[in-house]
């Protein structure tokens, strides 16, 4: 058991929130019950995963997603409403960790997924989101390991023989920053999302492109930090993964 305030403390100094400036506060969102023994993993706070921590009678919910982004209407209503009301009812805390649990160099989203591709000498490129690495296979042997890992057929961008040695990564919707990775000249940009320039972005920067799913990139992040919590504090600890195709 972990009161709440001192988990939300561990949690921000372990993750280095201070150091960011997202686009929603991270930390504890949603405050419910003092005390915690039983934490719940999810990648987004939609109504079906707090659905779900209800009746697994979580104490906490930890997402990569939470509320209260920028831009979005300040006005609590609609399924805004409904979600912070079924919290606040059942008194669950709701903790959101964004860009820290990107960054974070043992339970990051990145690290994470970089373990996973089996990707040597893992690093981030400079002050970017962007994560670099070596490794030493075709891309479509690349692409076989993302959809084995995520459980998702990738949308490949590239020549199926083409040799990756040099590889980038961003985990979410990152398509943007493919911009790094030309930089680099990598030779394979890997991301949750695409758009419709970017296969002609590749196509012209002689640059792989894999997208491999926003929710599926960033399912490990949460993953880790949540068994983190649970080894360091003994509490209860339980994923559950939403499907999302995106
Ligand atoms: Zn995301």
Not at 16 to 41: H, M, R, W
Not at 102 to 113: F, K, Y
Not at 160 to 184: F, L, M, V
Not at 216 to 244: K, S
Request: charged share 20%; aromatic share 8%.
């Amino acid at each position: 058991m972990i009161d709440n305030k001192t988990l939300a403390t561990y949690c921000n100094e372990y993750l280095n929130v201070a150091k960011f400036s997202d686009y929603c506060p991270n930390g504890l969102q949603i405050e419910g019950t003092s005390e915690i023994t039983k934490i719940i993993a999810g990648v987004s706070a939609n109504q079906d995963l707090i659905d779900q921590a209800i009746d697994e009678k979580a104490d906490a919910l930890f997402v990569h997603h939470g509320f209260f982004w920028k831009n979005e209407k300040a006005s609590i209503t609609g399924i805004k409403k409904n979600r912070i009301k079924a919290l606040l009812d059942n008194n669950i805390n709701l903790f959101a960790y964004h860009l820290p649990l990107d960054a974070h160099p043992v339970v990051g989203n990145n690290i994470q997924l970089a373990l996973r591709l089996k990707i040597q000498n893992p690093q981030p490129m400079g002050d970017t989101l962007v994560w670099k690495g070596q490794i030493d296979a075709p891309l479509s042997d690349v692409a076989q390991t993302l959809h084995n890992v995520t459980g998702r057929e990738p949308l490949i961008f590239g020549d199926a023989d083409k040799p990756i040695r040099t590889i980038t990564w961003c985990t979410g919707g990152a398509q943007s920053y493919i911009e790094h990775a030309i930089e680099i000249d990598a030779d394979c940009f890997i991301t949750g999302e695409v758009s419709e320039q970017i296969p002609a972005i590749a196509k012209e920067n002689n640059i792989a492109y894999i997208s491999a799913g926003h929710h599926a990139t960033e399912r490990y992040g949460v993953q880790a930090l949540c068994q983190h919590l649970a080894q360091q504090f003994d509490l209860d600890y339980q994923y559950i993964d939403i499907d999302n195709i995106v």
